[in-house]
């Protein structure tokens, strides 16, 4: 009994880390957007934030959550 909610507990934790790298994504996308239309970064400039910063931590961050996941 106690695995299964420790297990619960944990897919719980993975849900709402996921539902917050996905609206990140998602807002340095819109901020990223908003710059390269106003004039603030080229295309170019606004794709390479939006992965740098946008993309990445939060992948990162969900990958090692996965490692650490299968290490134990």
């Known amino acids: 009994m106690w695995d299964y909610s420790r297990r619960r507990a944990e897919q719980r934790t993975q849900s709402m880390a996921l539902v917050v790298s ?3 994504m998602v807002l340095v996308q ?3 957007v ?3 239309q ?3 970064l080229t295309r ?5 934030h939006w992965l740098f910063v946008g993309v990445l931590p939060p992948a990162l961050a969900l990958w090692s959550m996965e490692t ?4 134990r």
């Open 22 to 24: 996905l609206a990140w």
């Open 30 to 32: 819109v901020c990223c």
């Open 34 to 36: 908003m710059c390269w």
């Open 38 to 40: 106003n004039g603030l």
């Open 44 to 48: 170019q400039a606004s794709l390479l």
């Open 68 to 71: 650490q996941r299968t290490r």
